[in-house]
C-alpha cells in the first residue's frame, strides 16, 4: 500500500518537475539604454538581433545579446524608431512613425544611414514592417479611412505605395505597439489586424470583424502570428485596462473561417505573440510573457517582466524580447 502511494508520489514529482524542466526561462541581456522604450526588434539569426525605439535609439547584437552596440541615429535623435527589419550584421531599415514617415537604412551596421521612404503627407503614421527575405510591406494608419500600404522587393531600397480600396471604420485604425500587426505567406496579400472602434482580419481580398476585445481607442488585436495560412494566433486587449483578459487571444486552424479563444487565455493586455513551433507560443505586454504548449489553447504566466515586442529567428528557436526602460532579453525554448 505504502510503496504504491509513495510510487504514484515519485511518479508525480517526475511528472511536474518534468514539466516545470521544459518551462522556458527568461534571461535579461540589457538594461544599458534605461530610459529608452524598445518596440522595434528584428532576429536575423540566434546570434544577431537588432532592436529601435525611442530618443533615435537603435543597437545591434553579434554574439547572442552579450554585447550590444548602441547609437542614436544622427539627425534623429529625437524620433521614435517604432519598427526595425535586419538583413545581416550590416544592413538593417528603421521606421519612424509621423511627422514626417520615414523608413532609413543601413548597409554598415549604422556608420550610416540613408533614407529610402519619406511622406509628409498629413495623418501619415507608420505602423509596422513585415519582411520575408527582400520582400516587405509597411503599414500604416488610414488616410480618408484607408489603410496605407507600401511595399518593396529589393530589402527596402525603394518602396511602392498602395491604397487600399475598401474603407474603415471611423475610430479603426493600427496599433504601433509591436511591429507585428502585419504579416504574409502570400507576399501579394498581406494579413493584418486593425483595432480601436472595430477590430478587423484585413486583407486585399478580405475583411472580417474578429471576435476580440473592441470599440475603445485602446482596444483590439495588437499582434499577428502566422504559422501557416491554416493556423494563425492573433492578439492585444484593452492597454487603458490591462488586467483584463477577456477576448484578448483568438486562434484558428482553418484560415481565419471560425475563431476560437483560449480555454485559458494570456493573462492581461499584450502587445506581440509568436508561434515558436506549431505547438508552442509565447506572448508579451506590459503584463508580462506568458506561453502556450498546446498551439494556443492554454496559457502561463512564465514572467511579470514587462516586454512590448518579441521576435524568433527563422532558424532554431531562440526568441528575442524587447520593452520599456531599455529591456532586452531572450528565452530558448
Ligand atoms: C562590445 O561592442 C563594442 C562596440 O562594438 C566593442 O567596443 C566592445 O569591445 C565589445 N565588447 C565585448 C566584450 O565584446
Ligand atoms: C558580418 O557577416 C559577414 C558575413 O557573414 C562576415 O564576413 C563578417 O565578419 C561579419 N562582421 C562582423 C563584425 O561580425
Ligand atoms: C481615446 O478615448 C479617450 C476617451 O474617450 C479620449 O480621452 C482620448 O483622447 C482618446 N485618444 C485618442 C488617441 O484618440
Ligand atoms: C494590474 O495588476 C497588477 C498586479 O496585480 C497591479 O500591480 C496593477 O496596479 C494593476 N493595474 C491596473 C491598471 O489595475
Same mark, same amino acid.
Not at 471576435?211 to 501557416?228: C, H, L, M, R
Given at each position: 500500500?505504502?510503496?504504491?502511494?509513495?510510487?504514484?508520489?515519485?511518479?508525480?514529482?517526475?511528472?511536474?518537475?518534468?514539466?516545470?524542466?521544459?518551462?522556458?526561462?527568461?534571461?535579461?541581456? $540589457?538594461? !544599458?539604454?534605461?530610459?529608452?522604450?524598445?518596440?522595434?526588434? !528584428?532576429?536575423?539569426?540566434? $546570434?544577431?538581433?537588432?532592436?529601435?525605439?525611442?530618443?533615435?535609439?537603435?543597437?545591434?547584437?553579434?554574439?547572442?545579446?552579450?554585447?550590444?552596440?548602441?547609437?542614436?541615429?544622427?539627425?534623429?535623435?529625437?524620433? *521614435?524608431?517604432?519598427?526595425?527589419?535586419?538583413?545581416?550584421?550590416?544592413?538593417?531599415?528603421?521606421?519612424?512613425?509621423?511627422?514626417?514617415?520615414?523608413?532609413?537604412?543601413?548597409?554598415?551596421?549604422? =556608420?550610416?544611414?540613408?533614407?529610402?521612404?519619406? %511622406?509628409?503627407? =498629413?495623418?501619415?503614421?507608420?505602423?509596422?514592417?513585415?519582411?520575408? &527575405?527582400?520582400?516587405?510591406?509597411?503599414?500604416? %494608419?488610414?488616410?480618408?479611412?484607408?489603410?496605407?500600404?507600401?511595399?518593396?522587393?529589393?530589402?527596402?531600397?525603394?518602396?511602392? /505605395?498602395?491604397?487600399?480600396?475598401?474603407?474603415? +471604420? *471611423?475610430?479603426?485604425?493600427?496599433?504601433?505597439?509591436?511591429?507585428?500587426?502585419?504579416?504574409?505567406?502570400?507576399?501579394?496579400?498581406?494579413?493584418?489586424?486593425?483595432?480601436? =472602434?472595430?477590430?478587423?482580419?484585413?486583407?486585399?481580398?478580405?475583411?472580417?470583424?474578429?471576435?476580440?476585445?473592441?470599440?475603445?481607442?485602446?482596444?483590439?488585436?495588437?499582434?499577428?502570428?502566422?504559422?501557416?495560412?491554416?493556423?494563425?494566433?492573433?492578439?492585444? &486587449? $484593452?492597454?487603458?485596462?490591462?488586467?483584463?483578459?477577456?477576448?484578448?487571444?483568438?486562434?484558428?486552424?482553418?484560415?481565419?473561417?471560425?475563431?476560437?479563444?483560449?480555454?485559458?487565455? /494570456?493573462?492581461?493586455?499584450? #502587445?506581440?505573440?509568436?508561434?515558436?513551433?506549431?505547438?508552442?507560443?509565447?506572448?508579451?505586454?506590459?503584463?508580462?510573457? $506568458?506561453?502556450?504548449?498546446?498551439?494556443?489553447?492554454?496559457?502561463?504566466?512564465?514572467?511579470?517582466?514587462?516586454?512590448?515586442?518579441? +521576435?524568433? #529567428?527563422?532558424?532554431?528557436?531562440?526568441?528575442?524580447?524587447?520593452?520599456?526602460?531599455?529591456?532586452?532579453?531572450?528565452?530558448?525554448?
Amino acid at each position: 500500500m505504502w510503496q504504491r502511494v509513495l510510487q504514484i508520489f515519485l511518479i508525480g514529482v517526475l511528472f511536474s518537475s518534468k514539466i516545470n524542466a521544459q518551462l522556458p526561462v527568461i534571461q535579461l541581456l $540589457d538594461s !544599458s539604454q534605461n530610459t529608452i522604450s524598445f518596440r522595434g526588434i !528584428s532576429v536575423v539569426n540566434e $546570434d544577431i538581433c537588432w532592436v529601435s525605439g525611442s530618443k533615435g535609439t537603435v543597437g545591434y547584437t553579434l554574439d547572442g545579446g552579450k554585447n550590444f552596440t548602441w547609437m542614436k541615429v544622427k539627425g534623429h535623435e529625437n524620433r *521614435d524608431f517604432r519598427d526595425v527589419e535586419a538583413f545581416d550584421n550590416q544592413t538593417a531599415i528603421i521606421m519612424a512613425v509621423d511627422a514626417p514617415a520615414l523608413i532609413l537604412k543601413t548597409t554598415d551596421a549604422g =556608420k550610416n544611414w540613408r533614407t529610402v521612404f519619406f %511622406d509628409t503627407t =498629413k495623418g501619415m503614421f507608420l505602423d509596422a514592417l513585415f519582411f520575408k &527575405g527582400k520582400k516587405g510591406w509597411v503599414i500604416g %494608419d488610414p488616410i480618408n479611412q484607408r489603410p496605407y500600404l507600401a511595399f518593396t522587393t529589393n530589402g527596402g531600397d525603394s518602396w511602392q /505605395p498602395c491604397i487600399y480600396k475598401d474603407t474603415l +471604420q *471611423d475610430g479603426e485604425a493600427f496599433f504601433a505597439s509591436s511591429g507585428s500587426n502585419i504579416g504574409f505567406t502570400n507576399f501579394k496579400n498581406p494579413l493584418f489586424v486593425s483595432g480601436g =472602434k472595430a477590430s478587423r482580419l484585413l486583407s486585399f481580398n478580405n475583411q472580417q470583424l474578429l471576435p476580440i476585445v473592441q470599440g475603445e481607442n485602446s482596444t483590439g488585436a495588437n499582434s499577428i502570428s502566422i504559422y501557416n495560412k491554416n493556423i494563425l494566433c492573433i492578439i492585444g &486587449g $484593452d492597454f487603458s485596462k490591462p488586467n483584463q483578459s477577456n477576448t484578448n487571444c483568438l486562434l484558428t486552424t482553418n484560415g481565419g473561417k471560425t475563431w476560437q479563444q483560449p480555454q485559458t487565455p /494570456p493573462i492581461g493586455y499584450k #502587445s506581440a505573440v509568436i508561434f515558436v513551433s506549431k505547438q508552442k507560443l509565447i506572448a508579451c505586454g506590459t503584463t508580462g510573457v $506568458d506561453i502556450s504548449s498546446d498551439g494556443g489553447k492554454n496559457w502561463q504566466k512564465i514572467s511579470t517582466l514587462s516586454f512590448h515586442t518579441l +521576435q524568433k #529567428s527563422a532558424k532554431g528557436n531562440t526568441v528575442f524580447l524587447a520593452g520599456g526602460r531599455g529591456k532586452i532579453a531572450k528565452l530558448s525554448w
